[in-house]
């Protein structure tokens, strides 16, 4: 069973950073297509960020594309997610996603992932 925890999340200005990681475990993360997603309050989730099992190629939502980066550390079974240059409508809780199936595809949709973290909020605010 893939077990996945994000930590990282917090309050931040507008225009700050934060690094978001997802500690996976139960599976080796050379083995696994990961993303990011988040909610804000009254909507549903969104897409933010994937990287491929193979190849490790990205894709990120257009309303992050420039400011947010997503990346891996197989030695450490981890994922990031680096967000600079926040924005009071990034403000959510980010989940991250584990899929186990796909090799090169990009996965943007929640129902192609097979496994959830428990979130982590960020809050973007003076």
């Known amino acids: 069973q893939v077990q996945l925890v994000e930590s990282g999340g917090g309050l931040v200005q507008p225009g700050g950073s934060l690094i978001l990681s997802c500690l996976v475990s139960g599976r080796t993360l050379t083995k696994l297509t990961m993303g990011w997603f988040r909610q804000a309050p009254g909507r549903e989730r969104e897409f933010v960020a994937t990287?491929?099992?193979?190849?490790?190629?990205?894709d990120y939502a257009d309303s992050v594309k420039g400011r947010f980066t997503i990346s891996r550390d197989n030695a450490k079974n981890t994922v990031y997610l680096r967000m600079n240059n926040l924005k009071p409508e990034d403000a959510a809780v980010y989940y991250c996603?584990?899929?186990?199936?796909?090799?090169?595809?990009?996965?943007?949709?929640?129902?192609?992932?097979?496994?959830w973290g428990q979130g982590t909020q960020v809050t973007v605010s003076s």
């Open positions: 996603g584990a899929n186990e199936n796909a090799y090169r595809a990009i996965l943007r949709t929640i129902r192609e992932y097979d496994y």
């Open positions: 990287i491929t099992r193979i190849g490790g190629n990205t």
